[in-house]
């Protein structure tokens, strides 16, 4: 009953945004599903918010965002090959090629830059690799709870060490997160498994790909949820602990991202868990109206 419920309500939610346009199209011969809404009232310059979903995610994860941002700039959610309604393709969802994917979807559907990225999880480190390769179209990123392309081999063993572990107790953690993750990726759906793939080359690397280019000082916001969204069996003293201390220690890292440019926020929300567009919807379409806002006096100041 409470599927139903949610799938009526986003159906709900749809139809109240004007001129959705959610259809096929082909790239390199690939069926690639989108939805647009707005584009045929685009101003002149106006930036276009795009939206990446994470880890296996289809479009629909938008949902409840998409009145509110729709009411402040157009915008395109897809589907990535292999996810939701599109089809697979034969290349790996590398950061590259899923940057190189998605402009040549804006380029056929004939949206012009500038573009608000909007990422989640996986898709908020996609958004952050987008920059690395396509920093001069961009007006503005908004990173959700992202897959933490902050952290390396050192610094992800602070999260434990306010807990009082000693060494081996972190390194028997850490083994174990890998495992993990390795047996979570393996039953997958090959376009999945990819990513998945993907991202523990990344962590591996420490993503060098993405934390060796600077981030043009375009608008960058950070949100993320403060909800301890586990299954009731696993809510002990121990582990709610961890996610307090991995919460404090990620949010520093993640301070100094936003840092780094002139009109950088962090957001928090303890009403929100992982998804949290889907928990707090209101925060997003308020990151999504000042990026819009810091982007035209940006503009302003760089036109002078």
Partial sequence: MMKKLVVLTAALLLSLCAHSQKRAISIDGTRIMINTIGLEKRKEGQPVVVFESGYGTPMDNWDRVLKGVSELAPLITYDRPGIGESEPDNEMPTIKNVSDKLIKVLNQ??????????????????VRGFAVYFPEVLAGLV?????????NHQNKRDYYKPLGWDEARIDKEVAGIVSFLE?????APPSIK???IVLADLRKTEFKEITESPLPNIPVHIITGGRFDAPEDSRTPENIAKFRSKMRVRGGRWMD??????KGMLFYSGDAGHFVHYDDPELLVASIKLVLQ???????????
Avoid: C, W
């Fill in 294 to 304: 810091d982007y035209e006096l940006l503009k302003q100041k760089s036109d002078k």
């Fill in 109 to 126: 559907l004939e949206i012009k830059p500038p573009y608000i990225l909007v990422g989640h999880s996986l898709g908020g480190m996609y």
């Fill in 194 to 196: 990819e990513e998945g």
């Fill in 183 to 187: 047996d979570r990726n393996r039953d």
């Fill in 257 to 262: 991202v936003v840092q780094s440019v002139d």
């Fill in 143 to 151: 990173i959700i709870d992202p897959a933490d392309f902050t952290e």
